[in-house]
């Protein structure tokens, strides 16, 4: 088959810049490995616009003119945006199958004569929400079970036979390569010592929803509280290609922050790691932090750290609440710096690596290869589908109401993944709790709760409209 795969994150020859690109690879070179012809339309960056190959059978075409770096990859000309539609029109004239990765391309006529698949890659940026709104395809992959929750208290909300469309396709992580790995070419990249230093990896991009001020936060408690003057906190720069103004005034509030911690010695931006090398990154750290708000779809860095044998203390957001069951993950209240420091502590001083229960569930629920024979499944078997009907629901007192599945009850009060912030509900708090099926306005009245105490947790997103055609438990 011909299959057109289209990308708004740029690509490059040899460099992965994330989650997103790492699976839309392994996806590609996996269907050019079965016979059939990939080409892959991506995003181009100055300098970088020549035709490159992934694989005999997967070509990578970085020539559409959306914005970069990110965000607003859309803020561009309207001829720009011609040129978009143009440049995707001809590479979909042969194809026999298209598939759209993170759900991105806001040009849905498109894809019209081509049977259709989307996946959605987060739950955050605005491109990603609208494209899943503007979803037609034969099917939309979701990447947890968190997601499929999101995107039907959301989009199905208004398109009921969407959920029939869904096809979760956990990620799936390659334990050949991501396992314990002895550190060696990786000193070299990294100014540090293993055997003199503990070692604290936050492998991730530079967004403040990743959880950087929270590390360092936790560096300050483990180097002035607990003793650990040998402490490095390992840290990756982001591309040059990809810096804005708003990155450098992060790294700026970043810098300012170590200094005044009194941090500078323990703190290391490094460059961003080879793939190959990514092994032997995390299996180098004692620990990895990943304490931010950002509302995950994933988040791969986690497992593949525990893969490689480094415990991961993890903030307990998004799909970090059901990847793995919580005796076998370190997880903590996001925002509880001393919790996450005491974990840490103990961790570096009973020198724990990640369990063999903790390895063996991974590898038996993400495996790469069936992510990799799932979405040649999906993909290969697309046909052409129909659209969806938009059906506008009506809410009245009678119509239940629920948490949000992005929502969820803890000592601090009800936490919403999304505005990364804990709240008391009161009773109506309470009474979701404890009937799960939902509360209608009626029964709220009914309980002493009024009608513009409910309708302002519902217009804050704490709580939305509970029935077949919203929400499929």
Not at 65 to 75: E, G, I
Request: net charge negative; charged share 20%; with cysteine.
């Amino acid at each position: 088959m011909r299959i057109t795969m289209f990308s708004i994150n740029p690509l490059y020859p040899n460099v992965i810049t994330g989650g997103a690109s790492k699976h839309l690879r392994s996806v590609a070179i996996h269907l050019g490995e079965l016979g059939h012809h990939v080409r892959i339309m991506c995003t181009r960056i100055e300098g970088s616009d020549t035709r490159f190959l992934w694989h005999p059978n997967v070509e990578v075409h970085p020539v559409l003119p959306f914005k970069q770096p990110f965000p607003q990859p859309y803020a561009i000309s309207g001829h720009d945006m011609a040129q978009v539609v143009q440049l995707m029109g001809d590479a979909l004239h042969d194809a026999d199958r298209f598939y759209v990765h993170d759900g991105e391309l806001l040009f849905p006529f498109l894809s019209e004569r081509v049977p259709t698949v989307v996946s959605l890659r987060d739950n955050v940026y605005p491109e990603t929400l609208h494209g899943g709104f503007l979803f037609r395809g034969h099917r939309l992959i979701l990447i947890s079970e968190y997601s499929r929750k999101f995107v039907l208290a959301t989009m199905g909300r208004f398109f009921p036979a969407l959920r029939e469309r869904i096809v979760v396709i956990h990620n799936g992580i390659d334990w050949d390569t991501f396992r314990p790995t002895p550190p060696r070419d990786i000193l070299s990249v990294i100014p540090v010592d293993p055997t003199k230093h503990k070692i604290v990896i936050h492998p991730h991009r530079p967004e403040e929803s990743k959880g950087l001020l929270q590390t360092i936060a936790v560096a300050d408690l483990l180097v002035h509280r607990c003793g650990w003057d040998t402490l490095r906190v390992l840290a990756p720069k982001w591309l040059e290609s990809q810096n804005t103004p708003e990155l450098l005034d992060f790294y700026a509030r970043v810098q300012a922050d170590i200094d005044r911690r009194g941090l500078t010695e323990h703190v290391i931006f490094h460059d961003w790691v080879p793939s190959a090398l990514m092994p032997e990154y995390y299996a180098m750290g004692d620990v990895s932090l990943s304490l931010g708000s950002f509302a995950e779809t994933f988040g791969n860095s986690v497992y593949e750290s525990l893969g490689c044998g480094t415990p991961a203390v993890v903030a307990r957001v998004t799909t970090h609440r059901e990847l793995l069951p919580p005796d076998l993950i370190d997880t903590v209240d996001y925002a509880d710096t001393e919790a996450a420091a005491a974990l840490v502590d103990d961790i570096l001083r009973t020198g724990r690596r990640t369990s063999q229960a903790t390895l063996d569930y991974l590898r038996t629920h993400y495996g790469v290869q069936r992510q990799l024979d799932a979405y040649a499944n999906v993909i290969l078997n697309a046909e052409h589908s129909t659209p969806l009907i938009y059906r506008h629901p009506v809410l009245n007192d009678d119509t239940p109401f629920r948490l949000a599945p992005w929502c969820v009850p803890s000592v601090r009060g009800v936490y919403h993944d999304f505005n990364a912030t804990y709240a008391d509900m009161g009773a109506l708090g309470r009474l979701l709790i404890a009937q799960r099926a939902g509360i209608s306005r009626r029964q709220a009245r009914e309980s002493g709760i009024a009608a513009a105490e409910f309708d302002h947790w519902f217009e804050a997103g704490y709580i939305v409209p509970n029935s077949d055609a919203f929400i499929d438990e």
